[in-house]
């Protein structure tokens, strides 16, 4: 049971990783201009999600003990639970420094305001 919850967990670590790539991945396509920066931050908050979701499993499944054995050694817990979360604080931020820069610059929707005038009229 100790090495099933320990290989269960590390696999949640690596889905975890794996979700933040993707989230990097949509925040590549969307700066560089192969998707709108809607559609970026559509597609990036469930990709968050899951990654959020796979972090807390992980800590989940490899704190405690079991026959008093600790699950997983408390050094290694810390290290990859804090490498995960910068790396999602970083992946977030970085979201954040695109879409003030990025979006807030650009121009107003032109057809929008015309639209709604002629519906006013």
């Given at each position: 049971?100790?090495?099933?919850?320990?290989?269960?967990?590390?696999?949640?670590?690596?889905?975890?990783?794996?979700?933040?790539?993707?989230?990097?991945?949509?925040?590549?396509?969307?700066?560089?201009?192969?998707?709108?920066?809607?559609?970026?931050?559509?597609?990036?908050?469930?990709?968050?999600?899951?990654?959020?979701?796979?972090?807390?499993?992980?800590?989940?499944?490899?704190?405690?003990?079991?026959?008093g054995r600790r699950?997983?050694?408390?050094?290694?817990?810390?290290?990859?639970?804090?490498?995960?979360?910068?790396?999602s604080i970083a992946?977030?931020?970085?979201?954040?420094?695109?879409?003030?820069?990025?979006?807030?610059?650009?121009?107003?929707?032109?057809?929008?305001?015309?639209?709604?005038?002629?519906?006013?009229?």
């Amino acid at each position: 049971m100790l090495h099933f919850r320990r290989t269960l967990g590390i696999i949640c670590y690596l889905v975890m990783l794996a979700a933040d790539a993707a989230a990097l991945y949509v925040i590549y396509i969307s700066y560089f201009g192969q998707i709108t920066y809607y559609h970026g931050m559509l597609l990036f908050v469930p990709i968050f999600i899951v990654s959020y979701w796979f972090a807390t499993f992980f800590m989940q499944l490899t704190g405690g003990r079991i026959h008093g054995r600790r699950i997983m050694p408390m050094g290694v817990r810390v290290f990859l639970n804090t490498l995960g979360t910068i790396f999602s604080i970083a992946l977030v931020g970085f979201w954040g420094y695109i879409y003030f820069t990025q979006l807030m610059n650009e121009p107003a929707n032109q057809n929008l305001a015309v639209n709604t005038l002629m519906l006013i009229k």
